[in-house]
């Protein structure tokens, strides 16, 4: 004890160091009344940090074209975001539903599609072989006209229209990757697969089909939205 006096006696030490630890066992036997053992989290309003790792290849796609994309799930979200070289991103936020929005924004736009899996998407675009929709953070699929429904379909608009939101399955890949979906294997109303009640379709071998524009394959494999507009 560091005492600025002189003629300091043990006793005088003694009690010192005695109502210390008194004082002491006081205050954590009032901290033991308020709180039993550690938590496992914190509050729900405090202040965090939470750290998840993204694919390096994908932190071009969470920025996204002069920093557009995190700089619209900062906003949105009230985080603050820093993302390294190696792919870990550093989510700071005020509340634990702030993070978990900006968490699953960004593993929405990191996300590979899963062959089966169904997803809920907007339509982004109609042409005359489908529909084009955004269903996983910036990921765009096509559905065949074919896919749209059970019955025959005359016109893609008949069916769908820009900005529908609908519900798709994945049901392929094409040879560059693009995702094909299908609506019509999947309850509209409720999400619930009915390939078995409707049955698969035959694949249609490459350039089968008609109708398109020149340059374009009527199963779409031909490009994506901004393709089909030009």
């Known amino acids: 004890m560091d005492i600025k ?6 006793e005088i030490m003694k009690i010192a160091l005695e109502q ?27 202040p965090r940090i939470t750290v ?3 694919n390096k290849d994908k932190i071009r796609d969470v920025i996204g074209s002069g920093g557009k994309v995190i700089r619209e799930i900062t906003e949105q979200t009230g985080t603050k975001i820093d993302i ?15 993070a978990q929005r900006a968490i699953d924004w960004i593993r ?17 675009k109609t042409a005359e072989f489908g529909a084009f929709v955004n269903f996983l953070g910036s990921r765009d699929g096509l559905v065949h ?6 019955e025959r379909v ?6 769908v229209k820009e900005g529908d939101q609908v519900k798709v399955k994945v049901i392929g890949f094409d040879e560059r990757g693009k995702v094909k979906l299908s609506m019509r294997v999947v309850d509209q109303a409720t999400g619930e697969d009915i390939t078995e009640k409707v049955g698969a379709r035959r694949p249609r071998p490459e350039g089968e089909g008609g109708g398109g524009r020149r340059g ?5 494999s031909g490009g994506g939205p901004r393709q089909a507009a030009e």
């Open 145 to 150: 006209i074919s896919e749209l429904a059970n």
């Open 108 to 124: 929405g736009i990191v996300a590979e599609p899963e062959l089966g899996a169904i997803y809920t998407g907007k339509v982004v």
């Open 5 to 10: 006096i002189t003629s300091i006696t043990f």
């Open 154 to 159: 005359n016109k893609t608009t008949d069916v």
């Open 216 to 220: 374009e394959r009527r199963d779409g």
């Open 52 to 54: 998840i790792t993204i």
């Open 20 to 46: 210390a630890r008194e004082g002491r066992m006081h205050i954590l036997g009032e901290m033991a009344k308020a709180i039993t053992g550690a938590r496992t989290d914190v509050a729900a309003t405090a």
């Open 84 to 98: 390294e070289d190696d792919g870990t991103i550093k989510i700071a936020a005020t509340s634990n539903e702030a």
